[in-house]
């Protein structure tokens, strides 16, 4: 990250402290950005984009990446019934309202799409554009059944090489042209090591609701949620070998959002990195026009 960037510590409405990392000009006169990571998933998939979209010559603005409830350097929670989709809202919207951000843009990776959609419901005016990165309002059982498996029961590795070597055989059919590199960057922002013990960057028990998923009792669709959505831009990104978004789901989308825009990236499935050059120019482009479509707060 440019050493511009600061980190906060928030509190949430019930006084646990969330980790934010606060990138770009505060006083752009732009939009900014919040990016919401994955189910246990943290601040640090964003480290590709961030600079981009914060230190962007033409467009520079903030861009806020917030660590959910036990993950990364967020405290976890004592009570794990509270690692929900609303509760992890009224966080957010208690971070914006902390740094003073009225509007902004939403970029959400899988659960952090399913935030935006639900701050539609609870705050519309907060979200001048969303991109929902292979996340959408029908979740593909493939995928539930995929992340129920494996959330909150990785393996505690022994060393670094055995960590990388373990999230490649977890996660290589779905991403087959990650290097040697990236595993390790991967299992770098997976686990911390600490006092030579690994310690995991998400609490388990975040994953706790995925033991209801069952093939018999599917989650509801969320189109009343998506359908709630404020005239805005939206965009989409699909992995082309997801397993949570299909693309019959983005049909849908689309049908009901005529100007959603959607990107596809080749080769990624479920949920892309955000780190290749064609998927950040486009994400920083579709920011860009969002400056034009609503007043900044």
């Known amino acids: 990250m440019p050493p511009s960037h600061r980190d906060h510590f928030i509190a949430a409405p019930d006084g646990l402290k969330l980790h934010v990392r606060d990138d770009g000009p505060r006083e752009a006169g732009r939009l900014p950005v919040i990016c919401l990571a994955g189910l246990t998933r943290t601040v640090e ?4 984009l961030t600079p981009v ?6 467009a520079p603005r903030r861009v806020v990446a917030i660590d959910s409830r036990g993950r990364g350097l ?6 794990p019934a509270n690692y929900t989709i609303a509760v992890e809202a009224a966080d957010v919207l208690a971070v914006a309202a902390t740094l003073g951000i009225g509007r902004a843009i939403i970029v959400g990776t899988s659960r952090g799409g399913l935030i935006a959609l639900t701050l539609a419901a609870m ?3 907060l979200l001048a554009g ?4 292979d996340v959408g309002p029908v979740l593909g059982m493939a995928g539930l059944l995929r992340i129920k498996g494996y959330a909150g029961r990785i393996t505690r590795p022994t060393s670094w090489a055995e960590a990388a070597r373990a999230h490649k055989a977890l996660f290589g059919r779905d991403f087959p042209n990650v290097t040697d590199e990236g595993w390790m960057r991967w299992a770098r922002r997976s686990w911390r090591e600490v006092d030579g013990r690994f310690k ?3 609490d388990p028990h975040v994953a706790d609701g995925f033991a209801a998923i069952d093939p018999a009792n599917p989650p509801p669709p969320l189109w009343p949620l998506y359908d709630a959505l404020p005239d805005i831009p939206l965009m989409v990104i699909r992995g082309a070998l997801s397993d949570l978004l299909d693309p019959e789901t983005v049909a849908g989308m689309a049908a009901r959002r005529p100007r959603l825009e959607v990107w596809e990236v080749p080769g990624e499935g479920h949920a892309p990195l955000l780190e290749d050059a064609p998927t950040i120019s486009r994400i920083a482009a579709f920011v ?3 400056d034009g479509k609503a007043p900044v707060a």
Request: aromatic fraction near 6%; hydrophobic fraction near 35%.
């Open 45 to 48: 998939d964003f480290d590709a």
């Open 74 to 79: 967020s405290e976890r929670d004592p009570e």
């Open 200 to 202: 995991g960057t998400c």
């Open 130 to 133: 969303v991109v929902f990165n």
């Open 288 to 290: 860009r026009r969002c």
């Open 123 to 125: 705050m519309p005016a």
């Open 53 to 58: 979209l914060a230190h962007d010559a033409g």
